[in-house]
């Protein structure tokens, strides 16, 4: 394969804008040579090149003649159809296969001498002489018999003598005038616009493959400072003859930096039906975040989250839902470290915890369950619990869902919806499960595999563990 084809194919932007200047011409000139007329070639350029990047990544073609070669086929079926269109008769074989140019008198230039042949022979003649197309490829195009195409082609030599031309002067004609005929497009935005199309998706990727890289990079540079920096502070508290000494903190408004639980022994059972994709139960810790769990059962027993939706998709980090901006959802205390509240439960694949504006008390009904290991919004958000069943429906909710943007917006008619959120006891939980035979444990959640998140991109910015990523409630014109 090409290197240019290669490059092309994993959307670099300047192969691709330069497969396209290499083309250009050819796909012109034998459009006008085809159709005679300068306007409608350069409408059958800019349509080739505004639609040849559909699917090209994944094309059979491997070198830049194999590009050039497929346009060029391109325009010249769209140039059929055109030239059909004006003269629906005009590539009907003449009666008898007699393909015998009569004139009435010996044309003055070669042009002339083109205009002379009939529409289905000029059509044959340019494709085999400009184009290099095989008589069974003309034919196939030209919806005609090979043996039609192969008659006009042996009496080309005999017409063109007739007007005083020879064949190979024909030929080196029409050569000459495909060579001279240079695209000059009047307005090309369509196929820059196709080609951003295509590229930017590729672009896309790679921006993110290199954030990823770098934050890895800042995110051991940060690593060893801290260690750095530990060590320090460990010497100088061991020194008597330090400033001051440094004291272990215990109140409930340091946060932690371990002990962080991923398991809860559950007060009740929540169960998420979304439709379309299935259930998810969840396991609610009421001991550790009372307030939260109350809020979040009220709501569900009065039927709040029916027919919401999950707003707000990000694969790899999280899927946010509840927000029914049309009612005044009391605010609630935010039962997290850094709002003076003691909740070790830790944000790892499968936790449910409120979603917040930067106010620390500003949770109210919408909620998020994290798709894969977030511990870096642990001690600032309230996490209530776990899942225990359906973490394949999570999976899929944030596989399938297609963002329009960094921040994991979903469109309004893309949404996943709620069907219900259903409460339970755990008896009434143990009971259900096992009347439905399943294995699910009551005592234990499920704690994922941990994956390092640890850069997520959001607005164009890159937020690292150690910085602040907003899990922020969504005003309905965002929604």
């Not at 012109?28 to 059958?44: D, I, P, R």
């Not at 159809?81 to 003269?87: A, S, V």
């Not at 008769?89 to 042009?111: C, H």
């Amino acid at each position: 394969m090409d290197e240019i084809i290669q490059k092309a194919k994993l959307g670099n932007r300047s192969s691709v804008t330069l497969l396209y200047n290499l083309s250009q011409d050819s796909v012109y000139a034998t459009s006008f040579l085809l159709l005679g007329n300068e306007e409608k070639a350069k409408k059958v350029t800019s349509n080739i090149f505004s639609a040849i990047w559909n699917g090209f990544e994944n094309s059979t073609i491997q070198t830049k003649k194999d590009f050039a070669n497929v346009c060029i086929e391109k325009a010249v079926i769209e140039c059929k159809k055109i030239i059909l269109r004006n003269d629906p008769k005009g590539f009907q074989p003449p009666k008898n296969q007699n393909f015998t140019v009569i004139s009435e008198k010996t044309p003055s230039d070669f042009n002339e001498a083109l205009s002379a042949l009939s529409t289905l022979q000029k059509f044959i003649f340019i494709s085999r002489v400009v184009c290099k197309m095989t008589p069974e490829q003309i034919a196939k195009i030209a919806y005609v018999d090979v043996s039609t195409v192969k008659l006009a082609i042996s009496s080309e030599k005999m017409n063109f003598e007739r007007m005083g031309f020879s064949l190979d002067k024909a030929e080196n004609q029409i050569l000459a005038k495909f060579k001279e005929l240079k695209y000059q497009p009047d307005d090309a935005s369509a196929v820059l616009d196709a080609i951003d199309n295509y590229v930017t998706p590729f672009e896309k990727k790679a921006l993110i493959s290199k954030i990823k890289i770098m934050s890895g990079v800042l995110t051991v540079c940060i690593i060893i400072s801290v260690i750095i920096i530990a060590f320090m502070i460990i010497g100088n508290g061991d020194d008597n003859t330090s400033a001051g000494t440094i004291s272990k903190d215990t109140s409930s408004n340091t946060i932690p930096q371990d002990n962080w639980a991923t398991s809860v022994v559950a007060t009740d059972y929540a169960v998420i039906d979304i439709k379309d994709y299935g259930k998810i139960s969840i396991a609610l810790d009421s001991k550790t975040a009372p307030i939260t769990v109350a809020n979040f059962k009220k709501l569900a027993n009065e039927g709040f989250y029916e027919g919401l939706k999950f707003h707000r998709i990000i694969e790899g980090f999280m899927m946010q839902g509840g927000n029914d901006a049309t009612k005044n959802v009391p605010e609630i205390k935010g039962e997290f470290y850094a709002n003076g509240v003691s909740n070790n439960l830790s944000h790892v694949r499968g936790a449910i915890s409120m979603a917040r504006t930067d106010v620390m008390d500003s949770a109210n009904s919408q909620f998020f369950i994290v798709h894969e290991d977030s511990t870096f919004l642990d001690g600032k958000y309230a996490a209530f619990g776990y899942v225990v069943d359906g973490i394949e429906v999570v999976d899929k909710v944030c596989t399938d869902s297609k963002p329009t943007d960094n921040n994991g917006t979903i469109p309004k008619d893309e949404q996943p919806i709620i069907n219900s959120v259903k409460i339970y006891s755990v008896e009434e939980f143990k009971a259900m499960t096992e009347s439905s035979s399943d294995s699910t444990n009551e005592s234990n959640v499920s704690e994922g595999t941990s994956t390092d998140n640890s850069e997520l991109i959001t607005d164009n910015s890159v937020i690292s563990k150690e910085e602040e990523f907003s899990i922020v409630t969504t005003s309905e014109e965002n929604a």
